[in-house]
């Protein structure tokens, strides 16, 4: 088995942290500089920004949030939220972006991937995949994009092997069904993805406990387990889960 990155995920609005259960009622999780460089510290392999407003609010991502963080870390950032063009990603990529995570405009647009891989290389692109249990469709999961507010009718399993043939190096899928929820991660979605497609995947949306990040691995199929509520509310830390799953068995890497 390779080995296995913990990535923290600030979600951004107005400047702060937050976290919502299935993106409303969100609440205060601290500040991104705070939580940037503590995570670090940690020993996180990774670090995600999503400006979850931004395409809502029709506006980029904002820049000034990502070099603050930037300017703390030195473990790779993926951003995400707002990114419509490769002008957009050069910006990000300028200031020392490792990758970008692109949902909205990809769904609108799926050339876009296409343009983005061949542009900047594959590895820099991750394809979010933000789903919702519905029978209606073949795998039982739809997308659905503008921060979950608006359904598409495209089976979440087919557009992600669209997203792996346009040129995706990484695919996000999150379950709005759990996200926030600390219930565990939507196995049977992730389950689903993982084994349709050869890119790795981040499971996102419901770690509640230890046991669901090990479940996200072996049971879901992750290569990289996204983390938010448990970690800025600080239920568990990530030396914590790295020792977890290091006893069960899994390969991860110790700072």
Known sequence: MSIIKIMPCLDMKEGRVVKGIQFIDLQDAGDPIVNAKFYQEEGADELAILDISATIEGRKTRLKWVKDVLAVISIPLTVGGGISSLKDMI?????????????????????????????????????????????????????????????????????????????????????????????????????????????????????????????????????????????????VSIIEAKKYLKKKGISVNFR
Not at 205 to 228: C, F, M, N, R, S
């Open 91 to 235: 910006e990000l990529f300028k200031i020392g972006v490792s990758k970008v995570s692109v949902n909205t405009a990809a769904v609108r647009r799926p050339e876009f991937v296409k343009e983005a891989s061949e542009r900047f290389g594959k590895e820099r692109i991750v394809v979010a995949i933000d789903g919702r249990r519905n029978n209606k469709m073949p795998s039982n999961f739809e997308v659905v994009v503008r921060g979950g507010t608006t359904e598409t009718g495209i089976d979440a399993v087919e557009w992600a092997k669209r997203c792996e043939v346009l040129g995706a190096g990484e695919l996000l899928p999150t379950s709005i069904d759990r996200d926030g929820t600390q219930d565990g991660y939507d196995l049977e979605f992730t389950r689903a993805i993982s084994e349709a497609v050869s890119i790795p995947i981040i499971a996102s949306g419901g770690a509640g406990k230890l046991e669901h990040l090990y479940d996200g691995v072996i049971k879901g199929g992750a290569a990289t387990l996204l983390v938010a509520s448990i970690f800025h509310f600080r239920k």
